[in-house]
């Protein structure tokens, strides 16, 4: 039997491409997640594993949508050799029942995981280059210092937290956070 497995990064993509490819490509079940591949909990992906027996095909349309690293995809890899599965991906031509498929699937794991180091790197050059500048990530503060100074003053003048939070825009909470208010509310 060949079983398929599809995953999409984000709920919002759409995995009919690649549920349509597993499909021609002859998968009796497909199994999906709407999920990022760095995720450890991927219960279509368990699904998928746990449905293979011994003599059957994990087909995928990317090697990239089974695991991002290395350790990951290897270790999927070996799982499936160790119970008699074989592995395919569609897009990149590796068929593990072939010595030339597992050597070049151990070359498509390196560098699926070398893509995802190098956007991590890019990514932290990126948010260092912008703190250089002054600049920092997150959502802006919504008690700006002049806000709180406004807070203290609306505090001291005997209006409640809960007056106080509601005529700034915020929560009791947030202000709580940013002004230490002490007594009822």
Sequence with gaps: MIVGYARVSTADQNLQAQTDALTAAGSERVYTDSVSGAKASRPGMLQALDACRAGDTLLVWKLDRLGRSTGDLISIAAGLEKRGVQFKSLTDNIDTSTASGRFFFNMMASLAQMERELTVERTHAGLASAKARGRLGGRPRILTSPK?????????N????AETANNLGVSRATLYRHIPVTGST
């Design 148 to 156: 709180i100074t406004a807070a203290k003053l609306m505090l001291a």
């Design 158 to 161: 005997g209006m409640s937290a």
